[in-house]
């Protein structure tokens, strides 16, 4: 499924959407609504690497989704946001698709 989108890219309203559409799709047992404030403390974080700009838009590509999405698969297997956050840093993006259910 996450392969027809390689080149996707959108605002933050439009990662949002696509990350809960894609996690109901693949039946993910986490039930926490994605916020635009979770995301930006993602960010933050440095668990979606680097966003670019546009004006005062950011925008966003199909690495930011897939590890949006990511994420919420590995807190639920009881990673920390510290951990994921190094584990994307080291990992290429083949692995993290890999690791999605």
């Avoid at 027809?4 to 959108?10: E, I, Q, S």
């Avoid at 979770?38 to 005062?56: A, E, N, T, W």
Wanted: no cysteine; charged share 35%.
């Amino acid at each position: 499924m996450l392969e027809k989108l390689k080149d996707w890219r959108g605002n933050l309203e439009t990662l949002i959407e696509r990350a809960e559409q894609i996690s109901s799709e693949l039946e993910l047992r986490d039930t926490t609504e994605i916020s635009v404030r979770m995301v930006r403390d993602y960010i933050q974080r440095g668990i979606l690497g680097d966003v670019d700009r546009s004006g005062r838009e950011l925008e966003f590509n199909y690495l930011h989704l897939l590890k949006l999405i990511l994420s919420r698969v590995l807190l639920h297997d009881g990673w920390s946001l510290k951990k994921i956050g190094e584990y994307f840093e080291l990992t290429d993006t083949k692995d993290l698709e890999d690791l999605i259910p």
